[in-house]
């Protein structure tokens, strides 16, 4: 059975920075996608970011150029590395695992992230 780990969030101030990691587990394929989606109160689920095997990435606008998404693929884990973080990425955020680069069929537990002064 595959299982999704996150670690990492937290509370943060506007402007600062901060890492989540999140390792997968049980029979996975080894050609697959694995992302970072958000949710914030009130709102639906949005795609944040997604990688692909081969390293290739997507993401969702307003994190362009602030948010990181890599992958080790020797632990099955991905990492998102947010900087210069805002208000309005304050959100549960979900690891994800899927076949394709819009398809999931794994969510992670979700891990809160506040920008807050």
């Known amino acids: 059975q595959v299982q999704l780990v996150e670690s990492g969030g937290g509370l943060v101030q506007p402007g600062g920075s901060l890492g989540l990691s999140c390792a997968a587990s049980?029979?996975?394929?080894?050609?697959?996608?694995m992302g970072w989606y958000r949710q914030a109160p009130g709102k639906q689920r949005e795609l944040v970011a997604v990688?692909?095997?081969?390293?290739?990435?997507n993401y969702v606008y307003s994190v362009k150029g602030r948010f990181t998404i890599s992958r080790d693929n020797t632990k099955n884990t991905v990492y998102l590395q947010m900087n210069s973080l805002k208000f309005e990425d304050t959100a549960v955020y979900y690891c994800?695992?899927?076949?394709?680069?819009?398809?999931?069929?794994?969510w992670g537990q979700g891990t809160q992230v506040t920008v807050s002064s």
């Open positions: 994800s695992l899927g076949p394709t680069e819009f398809g999931v069929f794994k």
């Open positions: 049980g029979n996975i394929f080894s050609n697959y996608y």
């Open positions: 990688i692909s095997s081969g390293g290739s990435t």
